[in-house]
């Protein structure tokens, strides 16, 4: 099934995101969270792609076990500045043998001292080429609070608006914390006539050293609150992972109840924690969904 279908039938979807793990030991474990997280009964999963194409071959192989051993829709992660025309099509052509049709079309890190490319710039041009084909449903990244790369909001919506002129179906954002950003974002996306589906993009507040780490990456900004409570538990890992699961359920609960389109929780292959959270809102779930 293309993703871009199931917002036609339902209000709020749900779905999570997986990486593929480096070696055959932990790559044999992730079949114990999937089933976890399929017991969630999740709309998708996502699977990321290594830098640089690292994991090109895990991804596909991980969104064809999500796909096709356990039932589970699946997006799998696709980036270009890297790679050639022919190498994408390729993979492309892997994707659809192992019946996965839907893609995260994504620019990727520049390496550095990387010459780029002709084929694909920006994710944009890789959109555009999937976009030919007919066989996949295409999403874009949207960056909320600004791109690490180009903080200026109306850039953003600017090239935003070109992934989906060029084919984009939907986006999920990066993560964030504070709410306020993305409902201010999503106004100027409107403003604009941007008006396919947005999936918010979710990471627990479980350890501070790991959220300090991906913030300073995506140039999410960690509201005051937040800080008072790593600050406060950071030494007390299951104070933490409690007050953590706590903020993140009430992040939620907020984004439902102003009627976002998805949430998309990042799992960072872990489950428990996205149990306990789903748990927290599964009553506000049916009733969106209802």
Known sequence: MFIKDIFLNKRLTISFELFPPKDDK???????????????????ISVTYGAGGSSRSRTIELASIIKNKYDIETIAHLTCITSSREEINGILNDLKLNNIGNVLALRGD??????IKESFKYAKDLIYEISQRKDFSISAAAYPEGHVECADIGKNIEYLKEKVEKGADFLITQLFFDNDNFY????ELYKNNINVPIVTGIIPVLDKRQIERIAALSGAVIPQKIK???DKYEHSPEALKEAGIAYTSEQIVDLISNDVQGIHLYTMNKHN???????????????VNS
């Open 184 to 187: 201010n974002f999503r106004e």
């Open 228 to 230: 008072r409570i790593m």
């Open 110 to 115: 520049i390496p550095k001292g990387f010459i």
């Open 26 to 44: 932990n790559f044999e474990g992730i079949n114990s969270t999937i089933e976890e997280l399929k017991k969630l009964n999740p709309d998708f």
């Open 273 to 287: 924690a996205v149990k306990e959270i789903m748990e927290n809102i599964q009553e506000l779930r049916k009733i």
